[in-house]
T-cell receptor, first 115, second 109 residues
Framework: SAVISQKPSRDICQRGTSLTIQCQVDSQVTMMFWYRQQPGQSLTLIATANQGSEATYESGFVIDKFPISRPNLTFSTLTVSNMSPEDSSIYLC????????????FGQGTRLTVV | QKEVEQNSGPLSVPEGAIASLNCTYSDRGSQSFFWYRQYSGKSPELIMSIYSNGDKEDGRFTAQLNKASQYVSLLIRDSQPSDSATYLCAVDYDYKLSFGAGTTVTVRA
């Protein structure tokens, strides 16, 4: 399994600002994903981070709000832009390899509170 | 994202009993199925994966898959207080995972 490191682990931010979350994996994974988990809810996929190209966003999520980078196979960032209190959530990075039948492993998450 | 439905909780079981968790999914093309355990305040941890119809056992956990019925389940035998967590069913589609809402299990000592 991959070991996935994510930082920061938590942050409290002012509305209108942006926060960039970093995700580092210890091995080359084919796939990297970003999820959001709102309080008491399950995981919702934000986007698939593609190496060297634009991320693929799920319905309801847009690049202007959640720009994502993946400059190489082991690193990705998610930015939450122009934050509002509704963005308060846990953001999770996930990685996996296609040859592993889509098994995915998670970083420890970033708990974001927007005030 | 594809629909994944889990039996509503919370589920409370006495220590030593069997906890039974159920999950149905909408996409007949799904081939990979996973159970994750999530402790409060922690990220999900993969505990079981299953790809073929039938049962798969790993220690006290048994996953069961029936693709014809689009149904996957997880049994936790000899439940322990440390099994108290939320269990998430995940189903693949297009190399991505869709998650159910989760079932919270509480094991009573």
């Amino acid at each position: 399994s991959a070991v996935i490191s994510q930082k920061p682990s938590r942050d409290i931010c002012q509305r209108g600002t942006s926060l960039t979350i970093q995700c580092q994996v210890d091995s080359q994974v084919t796939m990297m994903f970003w999820y959001r988990q709102q309080p008491g809810q399950s995981l919702t996929l934000i986007a698939t981070a593609n190496q060297g190209s634009e991320a693929t966003y799920e319905s309801g999520f847009v690049i202007d709000k959640f720009p994502i980078s993946r400059p190489n196979l082991t690193f990705s960032t998610l930015t939450v832009s122009n934050m509002s209190p509704e963005d308060s959530s846990i953001y999770l990075c996930s990685g996996g390899a296609q040859h592993m039948n889509t098994e995915a492993f998670f970083g420890q998450g970033t708990r974001l509170t927007v005030v | 994202q594809k629909e994944v439905e889990q039996n509503s909780g919370p589920l409370s079981v006495p220590e030593g009993a069997i906890a039974s968790l159920n999950c149905t999914y909408s996409d007949r093309g799904s081939q990979s199925f996973f159970w994750y355990r999530q402790y409060s305040g922690k990220s999900p941890e993969l505990i079981m994966s299953i790809y073929s119809n039938g049962d798969k056992e790993d220690g006290r956990f048994t996953a069961q898959l029936n693709k014809a019925s689009q149904y996957v389940s997880l049994l936790i035998r000899d439940s322990q207080p440390s099994d108290s967590a939320t269990y998430l069913c995940a189903v693949d589609y297009d190399y991505k995972l869709s998650f159910g809402a989760g079932t919270t299990v509480t094991v009573r000592a």
